[in-house]
């Protein structure tokens, strides 16, 4: 039993809090005891000040230490190169600073090694290449300067390299075509945001992103091209100030207008939507749906004034949604279905006279529909080319009586808590048509949809771009019952936002994918 509670109790960061000097076989961190023979040390998110004590390096048999989310200061610490063991380095969002300790590169075990965010200078020396280890480097957000060294093509295992948002200057190796990574994968590979120059390798030369340059005369230099500032400077402090899955871009003629903010699709999220930055009032769209979002809609939401299409389904919101939706005058799509939204429907909804598209169903939602509903000019009996109906409040906890617009269309709802029994008899939207999540998404050129049936029937699959075009029919035909997969390829349209829209005479349902190339 001993032997078994060993790698237990030497797996438990904190042995001891508050109870005065350490014993010979622990060492104090930040006021805390740690034994020198935990493997896992994740401090992250505690509120952790100051600099990194040079003691962390007596934490010899170190294979994971997490300090990320914090507000630590200073430099990292020389002593980092004791660890010897260390197979994850993570750091990203502190306050850290000055140049990377050269013992840093020694650590020929690291394979994750994420230090974003963060005020780093100096230069990525030569060394970085004795890391053939990583499969993960994140440096981007920091203020590097110096070339990109021609040994980064050393890191052969590499599946994930950012180096954007810094201040790295000159040519882009050659070297760096020696790496197998998906360069088109903004999510894998993100250079831009700094004042690299062409000619580029063949290999990135289409995703470099933009760069400054003086030869622009304090433009941007996007492939090779000069564009204007004033946009991408609004669009810079947006994600200094944002999550690191943000992918931005700009339109096919390189003129410096936004793309829509996709953050979709990645599952990488996990966080608290209220830890966004609500103040960027460029983008016309907002597209946050599956990353496992928690917490409230932000009131800041408001503040987005130039906002049209705006997301958050397949989440795990709570809490109201906020009054100050009403400001977003612009808004044509409000997409806040599969959330656990609690609360009444704000009156101000019927502020929004430019909507077309409002999905509330499966959510949470009690009270009484507001009047102010009716204010609305979108179809509430109308089926939409991409999402099916128009205005969906189904499998909620509404309670009757209901505006007289939408009174027919309320769809089932759970009245258990109302004075007053609905007598709305709609069916629920079956549960046993399914269109899943298409892969890979994002993906470039192919990805592969599949669905299921229950029972034999006439089924179409067809893609929409972002305002709702149909560009493309895939599939039209009676399919049995059971799950299928058809293959789509993408080869002759542009990059951007897809939907791809699945209608039989029973079910219709709407995924959304992103096209890179």
Known sequence: MKELLKPIISS???????????????VELWGECFSITIYNLDLS????TGEIPPEIGSLTNLGNLILRYNELTGPIPSEIGNLTTLRKLDLRFNNLSGSIPAELWTLDSLKELRLQKNQFTGSIPAEVGNLMELTQLYLYGNQFTGSIPAEIGNLTNIGQLHLNNNLFTGLIPETICDINIQFYNP????IS???LIPPYPDCVSYFVGYQYSEECESNYLFD??????????????????????????MDDNNNGLIEPIELGTQHWWNGRLTELNCNYDLANAYSLSDLGLSGQIPPE?????SLEFLWLEDNQLTGPI?????NLEHLKYLILHYNQISGPIPSEIGNLSNLEILKLNNNQLSGFIPDSICNLTLQFHGWNNLFGENFAVYNNQLCPPYPDCVDEYVGLQDTT???????????????DYRLFEPYPNPFNAQTTIEFSLPLKDVMTIKVHDISGKEVRSIVHGIFDSGEHKVHWNASNLSSGIYFIRMESRHFVDTKKVSLIK
């Open 187 to 190: 999510y894998r590979f993100d």
């Open 12 to 26: 438990i960061a904190i042995i001891s809090i508050g109870l005065g000097q350490c014993d010979s076989d622990e």
């Open 224 to 249: 090779g091209i000069c564009t204007e500032q004033s946009d991408l400077d609004v669009l810079q402090e947006f994600i200094d100030n944002s999550s690191e899955t943000i992918n931005m871009g």
């Open 301 to 305: 939401i408001g503040n987005l004034d």
């Open 193 to 195: 945001g700094n004042q």
């Open 45 to 48: 998110n505690s509120g952790l």
């Open 417 to 431: 808590n109302c004075d007053q029994v609905s007598v709305v008899s709609v069916d629920p939207v079956p549960l």
């Open 322 to 326: 906020p009054s100050e939706m009403g």
